[in-house]
């Protein structure tokens, strides 16, 4: 079955950085493009970055365009966020997941734990 398994959350300050990854399995990595999620507390899941499948084409939410980058491995199918000059608004719980139009939501059903992140002085 398709899992996600994310990894390296923390507490920062602002204006640190963080690296933050996704292990993908049961299903074919490379043949699907790949995004990361984040859940603030009370507020709805965004989207705030996606890389198609070879990597070379990235979109990124606004509240984060020139600070976050998103890379993929496809031999190692991992998924990478690189967070620089963080911000306290950046605090959430961040996920990943594939990106496929013609499933509900656009993602896999299931859903990894997911990795805390904090941004506070």
Same mark, same amino acid.
């Given at each position: 079955? +398709?899992?996600?398994?994310?990894?390296?959350?923390?507490?920062?300050?602002?204006?640190?950085?963080? #690296?933050?990854?996704?292990?993908?399995?049961?299903?074919?990595?490379?043949?699907? &493009?790949?995004? $990361? @999620? /984040?859940?603030?507390?009370?507020?709805? #899941?965004?989207? *705030?970055? #996606?890389?198609?499948? *070879?990597?070379? /084409?990235?979109?990124?939410? %606004?509240? +984060?365009?020139? /600070?976050?980058?998103?890379?993929? %491995?496809?031999?190692?199918?991992? !998924? @990478?966020?690189?967070?620089?000059?963080?911000?306290?608004?950046?605090? &959430? *719980?961040? @996920?990943?997941? !594939?990106? %496929?139009? &013609? /499933?509900?939501?656009?993602? &896999?059903?299931? $859903?990894?734990?997911?990795?805390?992140?904090?941004?506070?002085?």
């Amino acid at each position: 079955q +398709v899992q996600f398994v994310e990894s390296g959350g923390g507490l920062v300050q602002p204006g640190e950085s963080l #690296r933050l990854s996704c292990v993908a399995s049961g299903f074919i990595f490379i043949n699907y &493009a790949m995004s $990361w @999620y /984040r859940q603030a507390p009370g507020k709805e #899941r965004e989207l *705030v970055a #996606r890389i198609n499948t *070879v990597g070379n /084409r990235k979109t990124y939410a %606004d509240s +984060v365009k020139g /600070r976050f980058s998103i890379s993929r %491995d496809n031999g190692k199918k991992t !998924l @990478y966020l690189q967070m620089n000059s963080m911000k306290p608004e950046d605090t &959430a *719980v961040y @996920y990943c997941n !594939l990106f %496929d139009p &013609a /499933r509900a939501g656009n993602t &896999a059903a299931s $859903w990894g734990q997911g990795t805390q992140v904090t941004v506070s002085s």
